[in-house]
């Protein structure tokens, strides 16, 4: 069973604080998502890394992906209430032929 | 309408009904999900339907029913639930089965809860 580790589990800043939240994992990912959900809502996704070493940006998010494949992390520059929400990290595995959630990392950026 | 839309958003129901849970998705998707999204629990995956065939039952109690009718449309058919059943149930739907290319669109879920 492939497993994705995410830490911290909960993470409480003030806005404009930047913060780091990681998944990792011992297997290899042919490619990793990250999704953010807020309360009541389905998970909705942020980006897809595919090649290790990458690094992508939306806006003030910084997405990078190991570079054997096997974790990844998200940094929020300067933090705001409208970041709150579970993020939650997903690698697909084409041996596997499944995706695996992690179980999240729980933001809240207070005014 | 655009996304993937489930219906109802909320249900309450006792442990001796009869119900179903509603997916819609038109995106022109191969592949749909349920997961089951507990308090404190990662994501568990449910069932896996890819061109209305199922690929994959996690070993999931048969009180749990899924309907695959066509590629737009997902149930789940639910009965003699147990309060432990209460969850939030997810649907989602990928261009491949696994996701793994452009990732999974989700609803907004239907908050389940057993009495």
């Known amino acids: 069973t492939q497993l994705l580790e995410q830490s911290p589990q909960f993470l409480s800043i003030q806005e404009g604080e930047n913060l780091t939240v990681y998944c990792n994992s011992s297997?290899?990912?042919?490619?990793l998502q990250w999704y953010r959900q807020e309360p009541g809502e389905g998970p909705v996704l942020l980006v897809t890394?595919?090649?290790?070493?990458e690094v992508k940006k939306l806006k003030r998010l910084t997405f990078q992906f190991g570079d054997a494949r096997k974790d990844s992390s998200l940094h929020i520059t300067a933090a705001q209430p409208g970041d709150t929400g579970l993020y939650l990290c997903?690698?697909?595995?084409?041996?596997?032929?499944?995706?695996?959630f992690g179980d999240g990392t729980t933001l809240t950026v207070k005014p | 309408e655009t996304g993937v839309t489930q219906t109802p958003r909320h249900l309450v129901m006792g442990m001796t009904n009869k119900k179903s849970l509603k997916c819609e998705q038109h995106?022109?998707?191969?592949?749909m999900y349920w997961y089951k999204q507990s308090a404190k629990k990662p994501l568990e995956l449910m069932f896996v339907?890819?061109?209305?065939?199922?690929?994959e039952n996690n070993s999931v109690p048969s009180r749990f029913s899924p309907e695959c009718p066509n590629s737009s449309h997902l149930f789940l058919h639910l009965h003699t639930l147990q309060p432990e059943d209460s969850a939030l149930y997810l649907c989602?739907?990928?261009?491949?089965?696994?996701?793994?290319?452009?990732?999974?669109?989700f609803g907004s879920g239907t908050r389940l809860t057993v009495v």
């Open positions: 989602a739907s990928s261009q491949d089965p696994m996701g793994s290319s452009y990732g999974y669109t």
């Open positions: 297997s290899v990912f042919s490619s």
């Open positions: 890394v595919v090649t290790g070493g």
């Open positions: 997903a690698g697909a595995n084409t041996n596997a032929g499944k995706s695996t």
């Open positions: 995106l022109g998707h191969n592949a």
């Open positions: 339907y890819s061109l209305e065939e199922r690929v």
